[in-house]
Antibody, heavy 125, light 106 residues
Framework: QVQLQQWGAGLLKTSETLSLTCAVD????????WNWIRQPPGKGLEWIGE???????NYNPSLESRVSISVDNSKNQLALRMTYVSAADTAVYYC???????????????????WGKGTTVTVSS | DIQLTQSPSFLSASVGDRVTITCRAS??????LVWYQQKPGKAPNLLIY???TLQSGVPSRFSGSGSGTEFTLTISSLQPEDFATYYC?????????FGGGTQVEV
């Protein structure tokens, strides 16, 4: 049973850098894309970006200038870095596994099936 | 970006009710639509993928349908543990986007 363990600094000041880590327990990074998603208090979900085990990334254009996602295959971990945070970045941050496979000969099935428990990040001035 | 519009945003229902939630995409996304359930303080939990395929372990009272731009999530007989917020997500293109959520409450 794959589990994702998350950790990182929970309280930041405006303009500091957010750093979070997500460790994959019971499985491998290989063969999947690994995602970061966030959820501001009382609001909906926002996709931040993703990375493959080879380091190929895709980012949300709204955050791309401040976000970097990296992977450490030797530790089975991925990391999120976000620079120049503000109060608008206060949120619960989740990592999640994206599973993609051919469920028929011609049709792909794609979904996020394993999620971390989330890390609360609060940005204050 | 593909916008996903969920309706309603809030839904008041009772145990045993049949509940339907709609998710409309701003452009066609084939069947790359996923539904999640989220309870307070918890991570989202996958219910349905490929618009209509039930994730393993999810009760059969949950079902999904649709293709292209209009999708529905149906709970055939609402149970006490189903009171939660439901989100749709499109995985057809980047950036991945979520619907605004539907809170199902008593």
């Amino acid at each position: 049973q794959v589990q994702l363990q998350q950790w990182g600094a929970g309280l930041l000041k405006t303009s500091e850098t957010l750093s979070l880590t997500c460790a994959v327990d019971g499985g491998s990074l290989s063969g999947y894309y690994w995602n970061w998603i966030r959820q501001p208090p009382g609001k909906g979900l926002e996709w931040i970006g993703e990375i493959s085990h080879r380091g190929s990334t895709n980012y949300n254009p709204s955050l791309e200038s401040r976000v970097s996602i990296s992977v450490d295959n030797s530790k089975n971990q991925l990391a999120l870095r976000m620079t120049y945070v503000s109060a608008a970045d206060t949120a619960v941050y989740y990592c999640a596994r994206l599973y993609t496979y051919y469920c028929t000969a011609t049709r792909q099935c794609i979904y996020m099936d394993v999620w971390g428990k989330g890390t609360t990040v609060t940005v204050s001035s | 970006d593909i916008q996903l519009t969920q309706s309603p945003s809030f839904l008041s229902a009772s145990v045993g009710d049949r509940v339907t939630i709609t998710c409309r995409a701003s452009q066609g996304i084939s069947n790359f639509l996923v539904w999640y359930q989220q309870k307070p303080g918890k991570a989202p939990n996958l219910l349905i993928y490929a618009a209509s395929t039930l994730q393993s372990g999810v009760p059969s009272r949950f079902s999904g349908s649709g293709s292209g731009t209009e999708f529905t999530l149906t709970i055939s007989s609402l149970q006490p543990e189903d009171f939660a917020t439901y989100y749709c997500q499109q995985l057809n293109s980047y950036p991945r986007t979520f619907g605004g959520g539907t809170q199902v409450e008593v």
